[in-house]
């Protein structure tokens, strides 16, 4: 629903132009995310390796061609640029024992308890509340320049900086629909505002 309501917003709204005159502390900063897709084994109910990753596809650097630096995983492929930054933040959750394995394999009440409660984490790894303060400190920190910036990374971070910008809980991940190869377009000039979620790329 939200990511529906937001993708509403007129476009001339929802892609202001950064202003040449704005101050270092106030000037009109966009953050394109781009979620990527996830990897086959997710298609499978199979939690990835914490350092597994797909290919990108044909064309995704096009839709952030724009950005004078894109940030993405040190894990990921860089596109072809050569303003990428490796951003460990920027990775997927930490799933501990449970990477590489199948959701079928896993005892059934540690599923439903990781399900329902966002400090819960797997054996070794990272709840969901945890990577959303990782990521929180680092949308927090991240510089007010360049004025155009992106982010490639997995649906999980996206919905986390969508989160984080908000002033949300960990409760809301949950409640945030960002499925792979869409675009979540954020602006600040003061603070963080998201203009649009989830929107499927064309």
Not at 17 to 31: C, K
Not at 76 to 98: C, F, I, K, V
Not at 159 to 173: F, H, K, S
Request: proline share 11%.
């Amino acid at each position: 629903m939200f990511s529906k309501l937001t993708w509403k917003v007129n476009h001339s709204l929802a892609y202001p132009t950064p202003s040449p005159h704005a101050g270092p502390h106030g000037m009109n900063q966009t953050l394109t995310c781009i979620a990527l897709p996830a990897p086959d084994c997710v298609r499978h109910g199979i939690f990835p390796l914490h350092d597994e990753t797909c290919p990108l596809p044909a064309g995704l650097a096009r839709h952030v061609e724009d950005a004078e630096q894109i940030l993405l995983p040190p894990t990921m492929p860089a596109p072809d640029t050569r303003n990428t930054l490796s951003e460990p933040a920027l990775r997927a959750p930490d799933m501990g024992a449970w990477q590489g394995q199948s959701l079928k394999d896993l005892p059934a009440a540690a599923l439903a308890r990781w399900v329902a409660d966002t400090g819960f984490a797997p054996p070794g790894g990272e709840s969901r509340a945890a990577h959303l303060q990782r990521v929180t400190r680092w949308l927090e920190a991240l510089p007010s320049a360049p004025a155009r910036m992106a982010v490639l990374a997995d649906a999980t971070v996206v919905r986390a900086i969508v989160v984080a910008a908000l002033g949300g809980t960990a409760a809301m991940l949950v409640r945030l629909d960002i499925a792979p190869l869409t675009r979540t377009h954020l602006t600040r000039h003061t603070a963080w505002r998201v203009a649009v979620s989830g929107a499927p790329l064309p």
